[in-house]
């Protein structure tokens, strides 16, 4: 056999390892999406859109199929996205306000229910908020996913709200109707802004408390009415910070609380002189999908 032989059978070997490689590497496509900041008092609050912030989980539909904003496929029915538009939209599915743990185990399920009878997927709506790859400003943009939605209807596709207000004290008054009505709080949109990857100024979110994100790492045990159950956990935050969350928790899971290692969001309102959370009360395990 001479060199050039082997040289093919190499060759061969080698395209059928790399193929067999890439059947075994699931897809994963991270969409570079736009993330909002904290709300910074601004002075002409006619400038920007005021839309509801959903408490839902955010996807990302590329044109052809919907992934979450780590990069993972959701599965959804074949029905649930029929008719969508084919290009990019950024959005949250979302159930309803105070409904996120129900929406995450609908979403989290490893095979869609086609079934639309049974299929938890019948309840959801992707609502979409902007258009990634649309170059014009968010102005713009608003126009177009309205027609978008006019031209592309389905069931299962909504838009969020965005209206403009007058004065800032309109702002308070919207934030206080979400707030009643059990919403998470208001996102504010600067009209001539463009899409922007990461952090945009541009993009502020404005509740009424903050919140955060910590690992449990210990367990204190309950007494009286919690006595043989979850008192409080003890957590540690991405930049150190050691404290206990006593409050928050339902029956359910004082009975059976989350795993040591598990990562939580939390409520407070400010930090101490020591950088502890104030009022910290648990809020719900971390969407990790």
């Known amino acids: 056999m001479n060199k050039y032989v082997h040289l093919v059978l190499f060759a061969s070997i080698l395209s059928i390892h790399w193929s067999l490689a890439a059947q075994q590497t699931p897809n994963k496509f991270k969409?570079?999406?736009?993330?909002?900041?904290?709300?910074?008092?601004?002075?002409?609050?006619d400038k920007y859109?005021?839309?509801e912030k959903l408490d839902g989980m955010r996807g990302y539909w590329d044109g052809k199929q919907l992934f979450s904003r780590q990069g993972n496929i959701i599965n959804t029915p074949s029905w649930?996205?029929?008719?969508?538009?084919?290009l990019p939209m950024d959005g949250e599915l979302w159930l309803g306000r105070e409904k996120f743990?129900?929406?995450l185990s609908c979403v989290r399920k490893q095979v869609a229910i086609e079934n639309k009878t049974t299929s938890c997927w019948r309840h959801v709506r992707f609502m979409i908020f902007d258009l990634p790859k649309h170059s014009g400003d968010f102005n713009e943009r608003v126009n177009k996913m309205r027609l978008l939605l006019m031209h592309n209807p389905s069931v299962y596709l909504a838009m969020i709200n965005q209206v403009k207000l007058k004065e800032l004290s309109d702002l308070d008054r919207r934030l206080n109707e979400v707030i009643a009505a059990q919403g998470e709080g208001l996102i504010l949109h600067l009209a001539s802004a463009h899409y922007q990857k990461g952090r945009n100024p541009a993009l502020m979110k404005l509740k009424k408390y903050q919140d955060a994100e910590a690992t449990i790492i210990g367990y204190t045990e309950g007494k009286g009415k919690y006595q043989n159950q979850l008192g409080a956990i003890q957590v540690k935050t991405s930049n150190g910070i050691v404290f206990k969350l006593g409050s928050g928790f339902s029956d359910a899971q004082r009975a059976k609380p989350?795993?040591?290692g598990t990562i939580i969001t939390f409520k407070y309102n400010g930090l101490t002189q020591a950088g502890i959370p104030r009022f910290a009360r648990f809020w719900r395990i971390k969407a990790t999908e």
């Open 31 to 45: 969409p570079n999406i736009q993330h909002g900041v904290q709300y910074q008092q601004i002075i002409d609050i």
């Open 49 to 51: 859109f005021v839309s």
């Open 80 to 86: 649930f996205t029929h008719r969508w538009p084919h």
């Open 101 to 103: 743990q129900p929406l």
């Open 258 to 260: 989350p795993k040591i």
